[in-house]
């Protein structure tokens, strides 16, 4: 697989909000701009996920993973849910997330291993056009 990159471009040290923008191209021409410029630019690598709705997974995505609860070692469903709103991040040596908010599991939570939130996720946006959906977590 080939890796696809996208960046956040910020000209004017991301002063003048609408020159921000996100770019996608070539790992090649990304990178040689980022480093050319690397106050500009914030490089993301897709993780090689889809959402469930066939949207790519990049790193710094925010996520909308939503997840039955089961008892007796994962063998009844007990008809609740657990709705969680992760960003992606590379943690130790593998794809990751970390919880923004949760009705169950510890705000700030980090966890290696993304396929399978991946599988039940809806991409909501990123932390550089949304950072609105980070708020929950401060």
């Not at 997974?57 to 969680?84: Q, V």
């Not at 593998?94 to 599991?105: D, E, M, P, Y």
Request: hydrophobic share 35%; proline share 3%; with cysteine.
């Amino acid at each position: 697989m080939i890796p696809k990159f996208r960046a956040w471009y910020t000209p004017f040290g991301g002063s003048v909000k609408q020159f921000n923008k996100m770019k996608h191209g070539s790992a090649g021409s990304l990178l040689t701009h980022a480093e050319m410029s690397p106050d500009d630019y914030k490089i993301m690598q897709s993780t090689g996920l889809k959402d469930k709705n066939v949207v790519e997974i990049f790193e710094g995505d925010i996520l909308k993973c939503t997840s039955g609860i089961y008892t007796n070692l994962g063998a009844t469903g007990t008809g609740e849910y657990e709705e969680t709103i992760k960003q992606v991040i590379w943690k130790d040596d593998s794809w990751g997330t970390r919880v923004i908010s949760s009705n169950l599991t510890s705000k700030g939570a980090e966890k290696s291993g993304l396929v399978i939130s991946a599988k039940y996720a809806e991409v909501l946006g990123n932390i550089y056009e949304n950072p609105e959906l980070l708020e929950e977590i401060k």
